[in-house]
């Protein structure tokens, strides 16, 4: 709780990405299943230092992430399954906080369809932001940025 | 897992319920963190049976109901604190299910205001409900049923 003043506010917001990948669902899912595959796309990227990440892929467990970019403040993600239907649908609840400030709790639902061969991946998400700490714009960007890293995942 | 079929829905919703209350900020958030007095508005009433209730009033803490109604199928509630901040706001995650099928995640915000000596409750759920066992109406409905009750216990 460092940092906090006196100035609260809630900003609701909703978005929805849809994207297509070219392998079935059952890869795509395979993708959110498998910590090591996860933690691949999800957390490491160029200038992200990892601090820890640990994930229980059933409904009702954690997946719990915390790392720095470029030696910023510490980022924090605790996740929550929410529902999970193999190659179907995964549903999350998360919190997020940034040098020990609380951003935003979100609910994320992703939706698996099969196209073609492929897959329609539908990424729908519920978030309140915190205190002016994130928005609707930066977070849909960061979502795009994951799902495209998801596309590199399964390409390897 | 029971009763499932292989079709599968999520609909998303959102709903704001705006409520004033003649008691002070302190005293309404009061009726949210003191179990005993959370469990008589939000658990108990007329024709509910509760076969569980619990709760950790802290952030990442759960709140753990079940409950049926007039002999009916089992309701369980499995809530876990997404925020906290005293006599101002509490966002929370929480999945309910109905005789073991999962009816729905979402996240409840609720901000507390001073109006004049009452407050002003704004409650915003966020919702995905899952394979049509539950809808935003009777969601609304019900959550406009708890904040009445809530009104009750404070004029206890």
Same mark, same amino acid.
């Given at each position: ?43 490491? #990227?160029? !200038? ?5 990440? +640990?994930? %229980?892929?059933?409904?009702? $467990? ?5 790392? /720095? ?46 196209? #073609?061969? !492929? ?5 729908? +998400?519920? %978030?309140?932001?915190?205190? $002016? ?5 930066? /977070? ?17």
């Amino acid at each position: 709780m460092t940092g906090q003043t006196a100035d609260r506010s809630v900003a609701h917001a909703t978005f929805t990405i849809e994207r297509r990948y070219a392998a079935a669902p059952a890869r795509v899912f395979k993708a959110f299943e498998d910590p090591a595959q996860k933690r691949r796309w999800f957390v490491e #990227g160029e !200038g992200w230092e990892i601090e820890s990440f +640990e994930m %229980d892929f059933r409904v009702g $467990g954690f997946e719990r992430s915390s790392f /720095r970019f470029q030696g910023g403040p510490l980022v924090t993600n605790e996740t929550i399954y929410q529902d999970i239907v193999p190659e179907k649908r995964i549903i999350v609840a998360y919190r997020m906080t940034v040098g020990g400030n609380p951003i935003s709790a979100s609910l994320a639902t992703m939706q698996f369809e099969p196209d #073609g061969k !492929g897959t329609r991946l539908v990424f729908t +998400e519920q %978030d309140a932001f915190l205190d $002016g700490y994130d928005d609707v714009g930066q /977070r849909e960007e960061g979502c795009r940025e994951l799902l495209e890293a998801l596309a590199k995942e399964l390409d390897r």
